[in-house]
């Protein structure tokens, strides 16, 4: 039995050797003397080079395929002024940039794996690309001294999807950018969780942000719509789930924001459109910067310390649930008869003063945030909102839902600790 055993283990070892054996094939020049249209399969192995594709083609791994750089200050790969190339199933290793491709059309990326990257995946002035199902990790520094996931430069028709990405600058860095789509992402531990610079028609939905310095950072962007994300618990003093700045026509709806220190931040930006989100547990649910005025109509704020705080303007509230609404309903028509006052003096000091968030809940910010309310009721502000929603909306409604084996082990834990302290007494 123990010669069984021996043996089967060092047939796992020559097979796991014979696995990761570096690879005998000259890559390159298989990429360069291919036909156009031409489907190449790359045995297992691993493969050392700076390799470069500018022919159409198909490039599937089989197996586990591995590229390491040989110059680690170039990409591993690049694609350059090529069209309809299709990569999948590849693995990079590379401590400077994995990918790279510029002045393309027509590429799509699926199935890569890239650990221990400066950077993942470089696109400029390129067209037509798509990026999905990919994984890229990067390193413990700061944030200063790495690359992004994912970054776009002067390009259009982006697709990226389903990817999974941690330890970055930015998850998705996208910068001059026409007509971009991100969807269902997922990006943590690194600065921003997507990042938008100068760019026009872009949708982004179905995304989870955790623990990044901010989930989207939107800058001097127009034509935005953001729906069904996941964004909660950004670290640091500034983290925030959305950062708006200088934005035109953006529209955030049906997004669970929680645990942030500001959910939406809106500097200098106008024609926001925000509804039907969910804010929970945030200090600030949101606030607004000298911007001009933005819609925050029928959302739900819950367990905020401050719901919305504006420094001069900036925000027109409508038909939204406030946790902290005291007003009736006698018409049961799911409206308050009485106005709903957001105009916290104390909130507009912290947009100022940061600083004072420490003092938030103290008995003297209670008493004049009740102040506020009484005062603030009837006046024509844009912090008030006259038409207060009285209930959740069945889709904005906490279901709760019974784990049993998580009860079961609950229940099994307490009789336990009651057995042995009844036991610690009679003895």
Sequence with gaps: MRTMISCLSFLLFCLAYVHEAEAKA????????????????IPAGIYEGNFTISKEATIIGDGKVVLKPKNPKEPVLTIAEAKHVYLQNVQINAPGTGMMIKDSHHVQLSNLSMSSVESGVEIYQSQHISIEEIS????????ANKGNGIAVFNSSDIFVKNNKIDKVQDGIYIENVQRITVVGNEVENSRYGTHFMYSKDAEAYGNQFRKNVTGFM???????????????????????????????????????????????SIQKS???????????MNQTAIEAVQSDTNLVMKNVFVGNLVNVRSDVKGIQ??????????GIDLNDDGIGDESYAALQSFGQWMVRKP??????????????????????KTAKQLLVDETPATNFEKDHAVHFQLHWPQLVVGWILMIGCIMIWRRSVIV
């Design 355 to 376: 600083v004072y968030q420490y003092y938030v809940e103290s008995p003297s910010v209670v008493l004049l945030n009740q102040i506020d309310q009484q005062t603030n």
């Design 218 to 264: 939107v800058m001097m962007t127009e034509n935005v719509d953001f729906s069904n994300n996941a964004i909660s618990y950004q670290n640091g003093f500034n983290g925030t789930g959305i950062t708006l700045y200088e934005v035109k026509n953006i529209h955030i709806q049906n997004h669970a924001v929680s645990g942030n220190r500001v959910a939406i």
């Design 26 to 41: 000259d890559l390159q020049s298989i990429l360069e003397h291919q036909e156009e249209g031409a489907t190449i399969y």
């Design 136 to 143: 890229v990790t990067g390193n413990d520094r700061h944030f």
């Design 317 to 326: 509230l409508k038909e939204n649930y406030f946790d902290d609404y005291s």
């Design 270 to 280: 106008t024609g926001a459109n925000i509804t039907n989100n969910r804010f929970q």
